[in-house]
């Protein structure tokens, strides 16, 4: 397929606008990308795909996503709407709790069904590629269950699915106060279980007072790193327990929440190329205070990638380019760091180095938007503007 009269942004240098662009897409990746005038004679047979100047951009990705999940929690939406915190919702036996009891009662396949509608909401703001968590099983057949669940996506969706274990989610009720037994007993089997079924791509834990230490947490990412397996962590989002900087002390791909990162976690996560995964859904949702020091990360150097958090009691959210636009307006992010942040940055903070930039030889996963400017992305509240996708090559629904 040849796409032609497009205004690229190829995100290699910033946005890399090119107007009146084209596209050869050979198979599954890009062959060549550039400006109309200079396209090469050998592509101009190619079956033609008129763009008529829309805005072509690489597919979107979410690097950070809870889609697998049974039941909903819209009751403790309005608890914290009526005065109650996050953590006393969590600590009451709500909040993820809540979510573990209703999905160790569904089976893979309901796990599945309820999933597919989410991500359909996921692939029309965008997304090509998704990475989607475990953790709301908290035993190791029940964490296992997602895993196999999220894997599914991918062979029911025209998208890329990731999947991240994260059994050290929160402690259920069953492990009470023994939290260095969890790990023992629960989330190092289960992680040994689901690498020899082929289930992970990544680990990730919740370094949170209602959940996991650093220390408690060492034995986990030793163990992932001895097994080749790359870590992440859900950091300093509602207090500063240094995880940031445990995690990148582990050459960890990302770091995700961050409202309350220090200048020790931003240094050390610039030093160990660590993402910075900004979730403005759960800030929004949380009705928190707290911004990400985005200024002194950029500052740093530190990449920052942009995800939706989709979960179903801090982040409902189902829009990659409504979480841009909150992004931009809720934490300062211009329009250009938070397409970055859902094209190169998260592809790097899902350590994919095929995709999130228009390149030859990288995949062929694109987007072409009913928009002049990619800074339409951002400003548009959750409007997508989408026109069509192209996923692995091939215009898709």
């Given at each position: 397929m040849l796409l032609t009269h497009a205004t690229l942004a190829t995100m290699t240098d910033g946005y890399g606008l090119i107007p009146?662009?084209?596209?050869?897409?050979?198979?599954?990746?890009?062959?060549?990308?550039?400006?109309?005038?200079?396209?090469?004679?050998?592509?101009?047979?190619?079956?033609?795909?008129?763009?008529?100047?829309?805005?072509?951009?690489?597919?979107l990705i979410d690097c950070h996503t809870h889609a697998v999940f049974a039941g909903h929690r819209a009751v403790e939406f309005e608890l914290r709407l009526n005065g109650a915190s996050y953590e006393e919702v969590a600590r009451?036996?709500?909040?993820?709790?809540?979510?573990?009891?209703?999905?160790?009662?569904?089976?893979?396949d309901e796990l599945l069904a309820r999933a597919l509608?989410?991500?359909?909401?996921?692939?029309?703001?965008?997304?090509?590629?998704?990475?989607?968590?475990?953790?709301?099983?908290?035993?190791?057949?029940?964490?296992?269950?997602?895993?196999?669940?999220?894997?599914?996506?991918g062979q029911s969706r025209p998208a890329t699915v990731r999947t991240t274990h994260l059994a050290a989610h929160a402690i259920p009720p069953e492990y009470k106060g023994r939290a260095t037994a969890y790990i023992a007993e629960v989330a190092l089997p289960s992680l040994h279980a689901a690498h020899a079924e082929g289930l992970?791509?990544?680990?990730?834990?919740?370094?949170?007072?209602?959940?996991?230490?650093?220390?408690?947490?060492?034995?986990?990412?030793?163990?992932?790193?001895?097994?080749?397996?790359?870590?992440?962590?859900?950091?300093?989002?509602?207090?500063?327990?240094?995880?940031?900087?445990?995690?990148?002390?582990?050459g960890a791909l990302s770091a995700d929440h961050l409202e309350y990162l220090s200048p020790e976690g931003i240094a050390a996560m610039a030093r160990a190329g660590t993402v910075a995964?900004?979730?403005?859904?759960?800030?929004?949702?949380?009705?928190?205070?707290?911004?990400?020091?985005?200024?002194?990360?950029?500052?740093?150097?530190?990449?920052?990638?942009?995800?939706?958090?989709?979960?179903?009691?801090?982040?409902?959210?189902?829009?990659?380019?409504?979480?841009?636009?909150?992004?931009?307006?809720?934490?300062?992010?211009?329009?250009?760091?938070?397409?970055?942040?859902?094209?190169?940055?998260?592809?790097?903070?899902?350590?994919?180095?095929?995709?999130g930039r228009i390149e030859p030889g990288l995949r062929a996963d694109l987007c072409i938007w009913d928009a002049d400017h990619p800074a339409e992305l951002s400003y548009r509240i959750g409007a997508t503007a989408l026109h069509q996708r192209i996923y692995g090559g091939r215009l898709v629904a």
């Amino acid at each position: 397929m040849l796409l032609t009269h497009a205004t690229l942004a190829t995100m290699t240098d910033g946005y890399g606008l090119i107007p009146d662009a084209a596209v050869a897409l050979d198979g599954d990746r890009i062959a060549w990308a550039g400006p109309m005038a200079d396209l090469p004679a050998g592509h101009r047979k190619l079956p033609e795909h008129d763009c008529a100047g829309r805005l072509v951009t690489p597919g979107l990705i979410d690097c950070h996503t809870h889609a697998v999940f049974a039941g909903h929690r819209a009751v403790e939406f309005e608890l914290r709407l009526n005065g109650a915190s996050y953590e006393e919702v969590a600590r009451a036996g709500g909040g993820i709790l809540s979510t573990v009891t209703a999905t160790r009662a569904a089976s893979e396949d309901e796990l599945l069904a309820r999933a597919l509608p989410r991500v359909d909401q996921l692939i029309a703001s965008g997304a090509t590629t998704i990475e989607v968590k475990s953790g709301y099983g908290l035993t190791v057949a029940d964490e296992l269950k997602m895993l196999r669940a999220a894997r599914r996506i991918g062979q029911s969706r025209p998208a890329t699915v990731r999947t991240t274990h994260l059994a050290a989610h929160a402690i259920p009720p069953e492990y009470k106060g023994r939290a260095t037994a969890y790990i023992a007993e629960v989330a190092l089997p289960s992680l040994h279980a689901a690498h020899a079924e082929g289930l992970v791509d990544a680990v990730d834990a919740f370094c949170e007072g209602i959940a996991f230490s650093v220390e408690e947490l060492r034995p986990l990412f030793a163990e992932a790193r001895s097994l080749g397996v790359p870590v992440k962590l859900h950091a300093e989002q509602l207090s500063d327990l240094g995880g940031a900087a445990f995690a990148a002390g582990h050459g960890a791909l990302s770091a995700d929440h961050l409202e309350y990162l220090s200048p020790e976690g931003i240094a050390a996560m610039a030093r160990a190329g660590t993402v910075a995964v900004i979730l403005p859904g759960a800030f929004y949702t949380l009705r928190e205070s707290q911004v990400p020091p985005i200024a002194a990360m950029r500052a740093a150097g530190v990449p920052m990638a942009v995800a939706t958090d989709l979960n179903p009691g801090s982040s409902p959210l189902a829009s990659l380019t409504l979480a841009m636009n909150m992004a931009c307006t809720l934490f300062r992010l211009t329009p250009e760091e938070a397409l970055l942040g859902t094209t190169a940055h998260a592809a790097r903070a899902l350590r994919m180095t095929d995709r999130g930039r228009i390149e030859p030889g990288l995949r062929a996963d694109l987007c072409i938007w009913d928009a002049d400017h990619p800074a339409e992305l951002s400003y548009r509240i959750g409007a997508t503007a989408l026109h069509q996708r192209i996923y692995g090559g091939r215009l898709v629904a």
